[in-house]
């Protein structure tokens, strides 16, 4: 299974930089995780999510799973999610796309292209923190699907 992150942005703190290779190596024994990530826009000092979604459309691969995280996605269970991913790979799907917007999160364009959108929750997360969150729920979603225990 191929896992790409594709994301508004770059990390610049190191603890979240560190968190994030922690789990991109552990979900190495499951698959291959990449990071794509593309600029962000800004238009006389806001984000500018039509430019931002316009450079996310042009990398993500037409034969991937598209799942957008987005507010209003569907809220899953870390169960439910470990089904999705199983299901992807039962029904073809090697690789699967993970996208992250920026701080005013995804543009319509890039939500209406996705295959599925996904909810972690209610609240509002720092786009470089929900890249933290995304890695440990695949990992646990990888470790579910290989019947191996999982703290919770």
């Known amino acids: 299974m191929?896992?790409?992150?594709?994301?508004?942005?770059n990390i610049k703190e190191k603890f979240y930089k560190d968190a994030?290779?922690?789990?991109?190596?552990?979900i190495g024994r499951f698959g291959k995780v990449s990071v794509t990530e593309v600029d962000e826009c800004h238009t006389a000092g806001n984000q500018d999510k039509e430019k931002e979604g316009a450079l996310i459309l042009k990398k993500?691969?037409?034969?991937s799973l598209?799942?957008?995280?987005?507010?209003?996605g569907k809220r899953e269970s870390s169960e439910e999610l470990a089904k999705l991913i199983k299901d992807a790979a039962?029904?073809?799907?090697?690789?699967?796309t993970f996208i992250i917007g920026g701080s005013e999160g995804l543009s319509d364009?890039?939500?209406n292209a996705a295959d599925v959108r996904l909810s972690?929750?209610?609240?509002?997360?720092?786009?470089?923190?929900?890249?933290?969150i995304l890695f440990e729920?695949?990992?646990?979603?990888?470790k579910i699907n290989a019947g191996e225990r999982y703290h919770k």
Do not use: W
């Open 2 to 9: 191929n896992i790409t992150v594709l994301c508004v942005g």
């Open 20 to 26: 994030c290779a922690e789990y991109v190596k552990r």
């Open 60 to 63: 993500i691969a037409l034969s």
């Open 66 to 72: 598209k799942i957008a995280l987005c507010v209003e």
């Open 90 to 96: 039962i029904g073809g799907k090697s690789d699967i």
């Open 109 to 111: 364009e890039v939500k």
């Open 120 to 132: 972690f929750s209610d609240m509002t997360f720092p786009h470089q923190l929900m890249r933290v």
């Open 137 to 142: 729920q695949v990992y646990r979603a990888f």
